[in-house]
Every structure is written in structure tokens, then in C-alpha cells.
């Protein structure tokens, strides 16, 4: 068995190599800013008396339209703050990690939660992921459909949860882990979640460029370009599926390969089952960092909802695709595979309609734009998270840090660093388990009304002598490594649990499922205890 991927996400960087298209790229992120923001960020000398415009964006964050806030939230950098300043009158996003307001929220952006996650996931990244099902674990098309709608369904489920948590606080994601795992605990998660970030970012360069852009302006121009670019990538899926049709779609072609129904094929599942949980679920500890600006007395279930189905539906319809993709056996496509990969084979694919092809993989490059635009943004949060050192710097400027470390990697050591990463990062997939069992069980059992805390001092987010200690969360989230150390399969180690999951010589994957388990049954009582002698 191949390691497993980091949490499921493999970017095949060739097609924008294929396309030939590097010239024509640069200046898509500046066409959606307004031409006086457009100014601002080239010249940087645009006349402060003629402001910014809130309205042309709707709901527009409080900071950018409210020139008192502006001027408290620029005071604190110094000398730099008639700068800083001047580009919030401009659209930057002026708040970082900070608490956001009930009077700040709005609740008209409740959709944005739909679109922005389906143009996130609609992208070029999300192939290859069904791929995976015949490439490294011998699934058959049926079988590799079943385990995408199964453990897809229990990974946007959790997921979802979290992002309910968003409107409920007004905090992100990172932040809200405080009230589970305290302030130290907090760090840990977020140092976790940069990690993983930074391995989900890591790839082409231009496309790096073209991400940042609208992650230094900030929420409102993120909400508004994922908003509607999902429906190109859409047209261009659905023409991949037909084509892929009229090349010859051969669903039982795996069939002959694929390990006899038991405790093998189980194991194969389970593998592969790590991987699809993982690509939803990678997205959880960023999932409430988008909706926390709607009103808290926004339906739980709606949020639930939106998200759910912004991740499910086109993780599952192009994870799908993938596996499609990889039962055609017309032998010019079973090359292109073997010769470049899942790039190779979507540029075979696209063949037939020649320079419309190409231009088509132009427009699959592009896409991954989207899914790094949230990675780059919730970087710069996640290391304002670290604590009240890093919160001081402006969010904008963490995000051009992220930026750069992420492209020098792409740039420098994309071949040999992808490899190590990938390595690494598969070990981080399985954090995401036991961080949302925890952070649910705190809400869901101490948190509800009712409970033993009654629900959350919003006030105390920021205040480390306020929050928990945090030992219950960590000592949890150290069980579920241990859970994960003894259920993992990977190359390079197969835990004593995996190892009687599946084949012996590869396992099966039960890192997810063991980490999940050994936090959730461990957290509660710790947390009790935790309570009972601290009193928070």
C-alpha cells in the first residue's frame, strides 16, 4: 500500500504546464477587486477623501464601513498605522482572530456558506481522489462509488457540526477550541492546522500568487469570488464525464483485480474510506472561520445544511469522476496515466475537442485557486491563534507569510518536499478525528443548556486565566494519537490494530475511526474531573 495522501487531496501540477497559459494569469484576482482597490494595491497612492464604498459589497465587514473602527483598529500598529489605515478604508479586512459582534453580523450571508464550499471542492484537486480507489487499494468502481458516499457522508456530517459552532460564537474555528483545550490547547491545534495548510497550499507557484490576492483583502471579497465561480468548473466536469463516456467507461474493468469479499477487501475500504473522511473533514478546522459573521439566532440547521451539501455534493460527484476516469482501458489512456499521472489522463481525455482541450485545462487550473484561497486565508488566522503576540500583526500580513512559505516550498523543493510532506501530513490527517470529537462533546454535553456550564463566556475567549486549563483536552487528544498510532496503515508503519484490519503485509486503516473513539470516551470524564476541581 501507498502512503496515504494528505488528507486526501493530490494536485497534479502538470496541467497547467500542458496549457501553456502562464502569461494570461496574473491579473484574474485583481478583475474582481474594484478598480479604486485595483489602484490602491498597485500604486498605493489613491486619494483617501474619495473611501470605500461598503455598500458595493454586501454586508461588507464593519471595520471597512465604519471610519471610527477603522481608525481605533489601525491606532495600535504605530507608526505603520496611517498605512494600515488607508487600506482598511479600502476594503481590507481590518478584523483578524478577533470576536465578531452580534450588531457586526449579517444575516443575509447564510448562503454564502452553500456556494463558497461547493466552489471550494469543485475543483481540479478533487479527481483524483476516487482515483486512488483503483490506483493504490484494487476497488472496483462499485465498490470505490459506495465507500465516497459512506464515509463522505460521515465526514461532512462532523464537519458541518463544527461549522455550526461559527454563528453560535462569532469566533473561528481555532479559537473555539480554547473553550475545550484551553489556551495552551488552543496552540497545539492551531500549530496542527497551519501545518496542514500548509501542505494543502503547497503546488504550483502562479496559482499561489493568483490565491493570495483576495485573501489579503480579506472575508468579504473571498465570500464573493467563491460565490459564483463554481459554475464554470461545473460545465467543465460534466464535459470530462461525457467525454470520459464516449472514450468508453469500462465499470467492471477492476472487478478481476480487486481482493475477495473478507477481511482483505475490508481492509482496502477502510484505506480507502481514510482518505475520502479525510478530504471532508480536512476542511473541519476551518469550517466555523466562514460563518461566524451571522447572527447567533441563526438556524443551526440551516447552517448544518449548507455546508453539508456545499462539501458532499461535489466532493462525491467528482471524487466520482475520478473513479470513472480510471476504468477506461482504451490503452492511449491507460498510457497517459501511467506517463503523467491523473494530469495525464484528464489531458488525454480532453483531447478529442483539441485547442478547446487545452482551454479547458486552463480553466481546471484555475480552479484550484478556489480550494487555496480558504487554505491561505485561515492560515493567516490560525497563526494570529498561536496567541496575543502573533494577534497583534495584522491578519493581511500572516496571510503574505503563509504565502511565501508554501511558495518558496513549491518553487525550491516541490519534487523531493511533496514526498516528505505528503509522509508527514498523513500522520496530521488523523488529528481532525479526535479535534471534533472533542470540541463537540464540549458543546454538545458541558456547553447545551442545561449542562454543567450552562453555555460559553463568549468575553473570555482572549482571557487564558478565564478559559479551561485544558488538561482534559490535551490528555484526550493524546489518547486519540494513541488511537491513531495502533489502528493507522501506512507504508512506513502499520499500528497492531491495522495490522488485523485487512492483508496483513499492508492493513487496514482504522487511524480515524481509534483516534475518534479513544478521545471521545476519554474526554468526558476528564473534562468532569477538570470541572470539578477548577471550576472551568
Known amino acids: ?5 494528505a488528507i486526501g487531496l493530490i494536485c497534479n501540477v502538470d496541467l497547467i504546464k500542458v496549457a501553456g497559459v502562464y502569461n494570461y494569469l496574473w491579473a484574474l484576482p485583481l478583475s474582481l477587486l474594484s478598480p479604486r482597490l485595483q489602484n490602491l494595491l498597485v500604486t498605493m ?5 474619495k473611501g470605500y464604498d461598503s455598500t458595493s459589497v454586501h454586508g461588507a465587514d464593519q471595520y471597512a464601513g465604519d471610519t471610527r473602527l477603522n481608525h481605533r483598529a489601525a491606532a495600535k500598529f504605530g507608526v505603520f498605522a496611517p498605512i494600515m489605515e488607508k487600506l482598511f478604508d479600502y476594503g481590507v ?3 483578524g482572530v478577533e470576536r465578531v459582534l452580534e450588531n457586526e453580523r449579517d444575516p443575509k450571508l447564510l448562503w454564502n456558506n452553500l456556494f463558497m464550499w461547493w466552489s471550494v471542492n469543485c475543483v481540479l484537486t478533487t479527481v483524483p481522489i476516487g482515483a486512488l480507489a483503483q490506483a493504490f487499494f484494487t476497488l472496483s468502481f462499485g465498490n470505490a462509488c459506495a465507500t465516497i458516499f459512506c464515509f463522505g457522508a460521515l465526514g461532512a456530517a462532523f464537519t458541518s457540526a463544527i461549522a455550526t459552532l461559527g454563528p453560535k460564537t462569532g469566533l473561528r474555528t481555532m479559537v473555539i477550541a480554547r473553550f475545550s483545550s484551553g489556551y495552551v490547547g488552543g496552540i497545539i491545534y492551531s500549530i496542527l492546522n497551519i501545518l496542514t495548510q500548509l501542505g494543502l497550499e503547497g503546488g504550483v507557484a502562479i496559482v499561489a500568487v493568483l490565491s493570495v490576492i483576495p485573501c489579503f483583502v480579506g472575508y468579504e471579497l473571498l465570500h464573493r469570488y467563491e460565490k459564483y465561480v463554481w459554475a464554470p468548473i461545473l460545465l467543465v466536469m460534466l464535459f470530462l464525464y461525457g467525454l470520459g463516456g464516449k472514450a468508453g467507461y469500462h465499470l467492471t474493468a477492476q472487478k478481476a483485480l480487486e481482493d475477495s469479499p473478507g477481511r482483505f477487501l475490508a481492509g482496502d475500504v477502510l484505506s480507502f474510506g481514510g482518505i475520502v473522511f ?6 473541519a478546522p476551518v469550517a466555523a472561520d466562514y460563518n461566524c459573521k451571522l447572527p447567533a439566532n441563526t438556524s443551526a440547521w440551516a447552517v448544518f445544511f449548507m455546508t453539508f451539501f456545499g462539501l458532499y455534493l461535489p466532493i462525491c460527484f467528482i471524487s466520482i469522476l475520478g473513479a470513472a476516469l480510471m476504468t477506461i482501458t482504451d490503452p492511449a489512456y491507460v498510457a497517459a496515466y501511467a506517463d503523467g499521472s491523473m494530469g495525464g489522463l484528464i489531458a488525454q481525455t480532453l483531447t478529442p475537442w483539441s485547442g478547446f482541450g487545452k482551454f479547458l485545462l486552463v480553466v481546471l487550473a484555475l480552479s484550484v485557486i478556489a480550494n487555496n484561497m480558504v487554505n491561505t486565508y485561515s492560515t493567516g488566522i490560525s497563526i494570529q491563534a498561536l496567541g496575543r503576540p502573533f494577534a497583534i500583526v495584522p491578519r493581511m500580513f500572516w496571510t503574505l507569510v503563509g504565502f511565501a512559505a508554501y511558495t518558496v ?4 523543493g516541490r519534487e523531493h518536499f511533496s514526498d516528505i510532506l505528503s509522509n508527514f501530513l498523513s500522520i496530521l490527517s488523523y488529528w ?6 472533542i470540541t463537540l462533546e464540549e458543546h454538545f454535553i458541558f456547553r447545551r443548556k442545561g449542562g454543567v456550564l450552562g453555555g460559553y463566556n463568549l468575553d473570555d475567549w482572549d482571557s487564558p486565566t478565564k478559559l479551561p486549563l485544558g488538561i482534559a483536552g490535551i490528555l484526550a487528544g493524546f489518547c486519540g494519537v494513541a488511537g491513531a498510532v495502533v489502528g493507522m496503515a501506512e507504508v512506513w508503519y502499520i499500528g497492531p490494530i491495522g495490522k488485523h484490519a485487512g492483508n496483513p503485509e499492508f492493513g487496514g486503516d482504522l487511524g480515524f475511526e ?5 478521545a471521545g470516551v476519554s474526554y468526558p470524564i476528564l473534562r468532569w474531573l477538570e ?3 477548577t471550576g472551568r
Request: aromatic share 14%; proline share 5%; net charge negative.
Open 93 to 95: 479586512e481590518a478584523r
Open 278 to 283: 479525510g478530504s471532508f473533514t480536512g476542511w
Open 409 to 412: 516550498a513549491g518553487i525550491v
Open 1 to 5: 500500500m501507498e502512503p496515504r495522501p
Open 514 to 518: 481509534l483516534a475518534g473513539a479513544f
Open 45 to 49: 497612492s489613491v486619494d483617501s477623501e
Open 531 to 533: 470541572i470539578r476541581l
Open 432 to 437: 481532525t478525528a479526535f479535534f471534533m470529537v
